[in-house]
């Protein structure tokens, strides 16, 4: 057989590069422009190598931030996943209840996050406040604006108030979809609610509790609106975060070089996650 | 292994059923014997899974009762009925390997390992699954997850009845064939009751000792595929079963004749015949092309193989259709068709006149 070299499907290529080219490589270009160089505004750079990015992997206020966003995100991962599927779980699979059910769940999605920061800002006030107040009267010392605590366990309680419903509807939808027949597969061979779930609804869940915990991932270490809106990154530092120092360094200290290697490394990190999240969930759908 | 008896099951979807419309399923008597093989065919939507569902215990009969060997099941968990069933999509566990989805139900009824290994190993040679068995279920081919399905129903060795829910409808055309008779070298083999639900004539037919025909919630006809086919009890039998289906022309009955386009023809039980709207049915193999007769006109023929059939147009319009082997002759234009007069019944509303062994309706 001959085969015949036509390159010229290549053609239809150019408009997705150049699509892709103006949305995502021309701005990360910028981004990588600056951060290999010196500006002191006028237009004028000058080169600077690797200054920036050995400077920043050797800063300790790099590291605490970048400490305190991987906690962060483990412990939202670790409430909103599994509750959010316990309450997928949970919900009627027909009937009327499930618009109100759905509704319900998809409220605190439509909310902006900038609402939803001073939404907990004004209900987490410990003088004013109906959470803060109520926490207080129970004997409980609680005050966000001066406990690192008290503003952690807040920006963990709105988070997962505000996201633990897009697990829900991600793993709901995976629930309803998966056919009857198993269920009374299993009826007849004698599983138990446990074994179904283990060997039905664990395994037919997998792709959509990939998307959920690479969604979540994404959004949580990139958490940004919401904290400034409620702690601004303190009491002290806190709660800053990496993308809190990074807009610190960007926009507080002018900072351009150094916030530009910044967000390389943060997206390196964000990818590099991302990607180990993807492989170590999907592994065994490869392995015969 | 069980005789299953139904008693006057009826079953509707509707909380509050009031006219016989609303039932899904209507007032159905059976009795299957122990370890027969039986099949319920019928088009879609009428009843047939709904019957089944009913036998496995996964919906619970809004009336009637149904027995294992006398005793009354009507209301256990098909766990407690002990029956295994194979649906039409295969149902397989993905994470676990070909071994362990047989193991699955033994190991939730806690039978030991060792014993376990023992049926599995039997079963899975049964059903040619040997060589696959340490490998995961979900790599395997839609004819192999299906046997998957069907071996975990054979694991059991004390499953009172084995329930097939159109099986075949995701497998290759050239593998139904071969899993079909698969299936029907296990039955003799292990003698296990089984009932195959299919709207597929050609399914039931070669599967089944007898064929529990459905229409509309109801069982139309029981019977060996001999006797659907020689002498249906409806006529809705004679159109679903047959390939083409039985030929009906109306008539009237005179002197114990039937009359049709004013001649006589000697049909079995013309004599029976009462007041209803009667017809008479033949069926194409039964119809041969002659010097006399009724008076016809070759309107097609389609030759589907080792047969041809040929379809003619009566005066009246009604249509007859023959089959005419191959080789032989085929006139056209004016012809005349007689009836072979054995196989030529009077039916009267549709059901067969002077039949009295009639399912109850």
Known sequence: ?288 | MAKITIDNLRHSYLSQPSRDEDYALKRVHLDWADGGAYALLGPSGCGKTTLLNLISGLLPPSEGKILFDGRDVTHDTPEKRNIAQVFQFPVIYDTMTVYDNLAFPLRNRGVDEADIKTRVETIADMLELTSTLKKRASGLTADGKQKISLGRGLVRSDVNVIMFDEPLTVIDPHLKWQLRSKLKELQQRIKRTMIYVTHDQTEALTFADQVVVMNNGEVVQTGTPIELFDKPRHTFVGHFIGSPGMNFLPCDVRDGKAMVGGQAIVAGNAKAAGKGKLELGIRPEFVTFSKSGLAADVVKVADIGRVRVVETKLASGHSVKLIVPEGDDIPTGKVHVSFAPAHTHVYENSWLAGDTSRAAS
């Open chain 1, 1 to 288: 057989m001959n085969k015949i070299q036509n390159n010229k499907a290549w053609f239809f290529v150019i408009p997705v590069f150049i699509l892709v080219a103006f949305n995502a490589l021309v701005p990360l270009m910028t981004v990588v422009n600056y951060s290999i160089q010196e500006t002191f505004g006028n237009n004028e750079f000058f080169w600077a190598g690797s200054t920036w990015f050995s400077d920043i992997l050797k800063s300790d206020r790099f590291h605490d931030a970048l400490g305190r966003s991987l906690v962060f995100t483990a412990i939202v991962l670790a409430i909103e996943i599994p509750l959010g599927l316990g309450i997928a779980l949970c919900m009627p699979k027909k009937g009327p209840w499930v618009s109100v059910c759905l509704i319900l769940m998809a409220l605190p999605l439509l909310i902006p996050w900038n609402v939803v920061g001073s939404m907990w800002n004004i209900m987490a006030l410990p003088d004013v406040g109906l959470l803060g107040r109520t926490v207080n009267a129970l004997g409980i010392d609680y005050n966000y604006t001066r406990q690192p605590f008290s503003a952690w366990v807040t920006l963990i309680l709105m988070d997962v108030w505000h996201w633990t419903s897009l697990v829900t509807l991600l793993c709901y939808a995976g629930l309803v979809s998966i056919p009857d027949a198993y269920y009374q597969a299993a009826k007849i061979d004698g599983a138990k609610p446990l074994a179904v779930f283990r060997f039905i609804q664990l395994p037919k869940l997998k792709h959509v509790l990939t998307i959920a915990v690479l969604l979540r991932f994404m959004d949580s270490f990139m958490i940004y609106t919401e904290v400034v809106v409620l702690t601004g990154g303190g009491p002290g530092n806190s709660t800053t975060f990496l993308s809190i120092d990074l807009v610190k360094y960007a926009l507080g200290q002018f900072d351009l070089g150094h916030a530009a290697a910044m967000s390389l490394i943060y997206f390196l990190i964000i990818l590099f996650m991302s990607w180990l999240f993807y492989t170590l969930m999907m592994r065994e759908e490869t392995s015969p």
